[in-house]
């Protein structure tokens, strides 16, 4: 199947940047979308950014002007850059993919394991 790969993330002090990329592997065909979520102690899990085939982006309210997200998709990767951080963007980020595995599948959703960003305020 697809298999998502999360790396970067850590602590970080308030105003500071971190970046976070995801690869993907495995069986595909092609790759609908990328997006990044997030999941605070006792929060849903919310959207923060996603980037299309097209290369048309959009971003949460929350994180607009301070985060970009961008792709190569030769290598099925995904980044999100993060800049004046706040205690607030604390939280687990999960990578999240729709993918088309073969040319007759339909997209599937799939998702990373999940990074820590902790931002010490």
């Known amino acids: 199947q697809v298999h998502l790969a999360e790396s970067g993330g850590g602590l970080v002090a308030a105003g500071g940047s971190l970046g976070l990329s995801c690869a993907a592997s495995?069986?595909?065909?092609?790759?609908?979308?990328m997006n990044w979520y997030r999941q605070a102690p006792g929060a849903q899990r919310e959207f923060v950014a996603g980037?299309?085939?097209?290369?048309?982006?959009n971003f949460a309210d929350s994180v607009k002007g301070r985060f970009t997200i961008s792709r190569d998709n030769a290598k099925n990767t995904v980044y999100l850059q993060m800049s004046s951080l706040k205690a607030e963007d604390t939280a687990v980020y999960y990578c999240?993919?729709?993918?088309?595995?073969?040319?007759?599948?339909?997209?599937?959703?799939?998702w990373g394991q999940g990074t820590q960003v902790t931002v010490s305020s």
């Open positions: 495995g069986r595909i065909f092609r790759i609908n979308a």
């Open positions: 980037s299309t085939s097209g290369g048309i982006t």
């Open positions: 999240n993919a729709i993918v088309r595995p073969y040319i007759t599948s339909l997209p599937n959703n799939y």
